[in-house]
C-alpha cells in the first residue's frame, strides 16, 4: 500500500470498519444497549419487598408485635410458616432470603427480664440481598428491642416517655453516610459493571480491528512502509468513537441519573481516553501475538470476562490475596476504576489521581512493540520478495 494522506488513511480506516458489522457494532449500538440493559436491571436503586420467612413458636402478642416491626420495614415482606422444616426449604430454594426464627415463651421470657434468642438464618452467597435483609432485620429488631426496654422502665415507676426511652438507651449512636447517602445500589454496581463491560468492547474492539486488517489487506501488506503512521491512523480511527461512548457513558450517569460528580472533568475524561488506548493495545495484541482470530478472541473472554470481580468494588482489594492483586494490576479497568470512583464521590485531586492515570498510561507502551512487530513484518515480507526475485534476474 503506498504512502497516502494521513486523512486519507483515516476514512480508508472509518470505511473498512463500517463493511464490518461485528466491529462497527462494537463501536456503536451494542455498548450502549449493554449500558441501558443494565440500567434498567438495577433502576429500581433500592431492595424493596425481600421476601423473608418468619416461624413464629411463641404466637403470643409480643412476638405479632416483633412480627410486625419486621413487615414495617420496607425492605422486607414477612412469609409465616408453621415449622423451622419448612421455611428451610423455602430458604434452600430460594423462594426467601432469610428465616427468622421466634422461640417458645418468647413473651414470658422477655416480662421475666430474661433475654431469650430471635435466631435469623439468612443466605449470605447473594451478597447484596444478604446485606440488605440483615441490616432490615438488625434495624427491626433493635427499634423492638428499644421499645420494650422503653415499657418495662415504664413498668418500673419511670413515668415520662422519654426519660423511659433514655433509660432504656443510654447511649445513641448517628451514622451519616458520606457517600451514596441514600444507599441506591444502583448508583453503586451500575457505575462499576459499565466500565467492566466497556473494557470487553475495547479489549475486543482492539482485536477485532487488527483481524479485519489481516484478513481483507494483510498486516504485512498494511505496514509495509510508513508503520507509526499507520499504527496511528489505526488507533485513532477506532478509538475516537470508543471515548465518545466513555464520556456519554459519564454524563449519561451524572446529569441523566443524577449521580454525583465531585471531581473535575479534565481529570476523567483523559483517564478515560488513556483506558481507551489500554484497551485496544491489549485486543490488538492478544491478535498480533496469535494471528489467529477465533484464539485471540479466546483471549479476550478469559482476560476480561472476570475483571469486575478485581476491580475492587465488590470486594476490598487490599485483602486480595498477592496473586490476585497482580492480575488486578494487569486490568486496566482496576485503574480506571480507583480514579473513577474518586472523581465521582471523593473529589480527588490531580497529585492523587496520578498514581492511577500512570498505570493506565503504561499500557500504551504495548503498541510500541505492536509497532516493532509490524516493522519486523514488512521488513521479513521484503527481504522473503527480494530472495525470490533474485534467482529471475539471475536468469535474464
Known sequence: MKNTAFTSLLWQEWRLIASDRWLAALLGGLPLVMFLLVWAIFSSGTGRDLPIGVVDLDNSALSRTLVRYYDATPTLAIRTFDDVDNASASLNS???YATVVIPHDFEKATKRGENPNVTAFYNSQYILIGKLVNSAINQAQRTFSALVATQSEMLHGTTVATQAA??????????????????????FLVSAIVPALWQITLVASGMLSMALTDKRIGLETYFNDAVAKKLTVKVLGIALPLWLLGI??????????????????????????????AGLAVGALLYVGSRDAVRAMSLVAGFTAPAFAFMGVSFPAGEMPFLAQCWRAMLPVSHYITLQIGQFNYGATLQQSMPALLALASFSLIWL?????MKRLSTNTAHIQSVDASPSEVAS
Open 94 to 96: 430460594a423462594k426467601t
Open 166 to 187: 433514655g433509660l432504656s438507651v443510654p447511649l445513641r449512636f448517628q451514622l451519616v453516610p458520606l457517600f451514596n447517602a441514600g444507599t441506591n445500589y444502583a448508583q
Open 248 to 277: 456519554g457513558f459519564a454524563t449519561g450517569m451524572h446529569w441523566g441519573l443524577g449521580w454525583p460528580m465531585n471531581g473535575d472533568w479534565a481529570i476523567l475524561l483523559t483517564a478515560q481516553w488513556l483506558m481507551v488506548l
Open 369 to 373: 512493540l505492536i509497532g516493532l512487530k
